[in-house]
Nanobody
Framework: VQLQAFGGGLVQTGNSLRLSCVAS????????LGWFRQAPRKEREMVAA????????WFSDSVKGRFTITRDTAKNAVYLQMNSLKPEETAVYYC???????????????WGQGTDVTVSS
């Protein structure tokens, strides 16, 4: 499966962005999906995940209550709504997919190319 993430950009502190990730090559229906980010000079971290059914989600403590992850079967896509953004959340954001039926695993099989998010103070 090929994953293409887009929707990043430059926003001011406190504003919102919605990232999209569209898949091609196979359906996402039997895959759990996640969003990761990697800030400059930092390790990649998982920020959100959604189960195959869409009924289960996971968020890192740092984004809980501000970020929402959803998936659209018809569009073969996954989204990350990010609200109240902070400068420290400036990073490259990646979408990913895994065969594992869990929202807590960080082991993913497929990765998108990343989209840049810059939050200005």
């Amino acid at each position: 499966v090929q994953l293409q993430a887009f929707g990043g950009g430059l926003v001011q502190t406190g504003n919102s962005l919605r990232l999209s990730c569209v898949a091609s090559g196979r359906t996402l229906d039997d895959l759990s999906l996640g969003w990761f980010r990697q800030a400059p000079r930092k390790e990649r971290e998982m920020v959100a995940a959604i189960s195959k059914s869409g009924g289960g989600t996971w968020f890192s403590d740092s984004v809980k209550g501000r970020f929402t992850i959803t998936r659209d079967t018809a569009k073969n896509a996954v989204y990350l709504q990010m609200n109240s953004l902070k400068p420290e959340e400036t990073a490259v954001y990646y979408c990913a997919a895994t065969f594992r039926n869990t929202v807590t695993s960080t082991s993913y099989n497929f990765w998108g190319q990343g989209t840049d998010v810059t939050v200005s103070s």
